[in-house]
């Protein structure tokens, strides 16, 4: 049973680790040639095919944002920097992106309390889903212990190990959703409701972060300079864990 728990635990620790086929190791690698020989737009097509498959590693996506900063598309250098930044926890990263946010005059890169810990969670999150699965699989184990030697079924065990469960499910399927998103169109309106009939509340260019709350139709919720508002969906990119 032990053996079973342990298999279990690597297929799920597993699951959250790209797996690179034999044609896709390939086309990284020549990536990373056409990318070594200066030939950046076409190393760059080779990692976005990479990325759409999300197969990307985290030299892919530094290596991206940097054939986009020099290509002087600072918005898409922005976007692969955070992914790069969320896939590593590298606060060079971040360094990185303040800097050209203050260069653009950007906004939503800031660092305050609460994005310290959404960082934090996001740093420690396999560490969470490990510590997660062990502490189910030792219920688990003790659940049955009970059962099986004791013949009784403990209320107690059953509802913290039904709880812890329910825990791993969530963290897992959900936990690593990041409501993030980048401006990708100049000129973006920022509504007061989701209605192209609604007041403008600001004008917004591409580069700037931006807090998603939620989807109504083809319209984000979403946190701007304090303030809620609703902008189209296709003006925006959402920034993924990878």
Do not use: C
């Amino acid at each position: 049973m032990l053996k079973k728990l342990e298999l279990i635990f690597i297929l799920l620790f597993l699951g959250s680790v790209p797996v690179f086929s034999q044609s896709q190791s390939n086309l990284l690698y020549q990536a990373d040639s056409l990318f070594q020989r200066q030939r950046f737009t076409q190393s760059f097509e080779l990692y976005d095919s990479l990325y759409k498959e999300q197969t990307a590693t985290p030299a892919m996506l530094l290596k991206m944002a940097y054939i986009k900063e020099g290509l002087g598309d600072f918005t898409m250098a922005q976007y692969y920097l955070n992914e790069y930044y969320l896939a590593t926890r590298n606060e060079q990263a971040l360094t990185k992106m303040d800097e050209l946010a203050k260069e653009k005059n950007l906004k939503g890169y800031e660092t305050n309390d609460l994005n310290f810990l959404i960082s934090l969670y996001f740093k420690h999150f396999q560490w969470l889903v490990m510590g997660s699965i062990g502490l189910t699989a030792l219920l688990f184990v003790f659940f049955l212990v009970q059962v099986v030697k004791f013949k009784i079924l403990p209320p107690v065990t059953t509802f913290f190990l039904s709880l812890a469960t329910i825990g791993l499910f969530v963290l897992i399927n959900f936990g690593k959703q990041y409501n993030k998103g980048l401006i990708i169109k100049n000129n973006t309106f920022v509504m007061a409701g989701p209605s192209a009939g609604a007041d403008v509340l600001d004008v917004i260019n591409k580069g700037n972060k931006i807090t998603i709350d939620k989807k109504t139709d083809v319209w984000l919720k979403i946190e701007w300079d304090g303030r809620q508002g609703y902008i189209k969906e296709n003006n925006v990119r959402p920034l993924t864990i990878w």
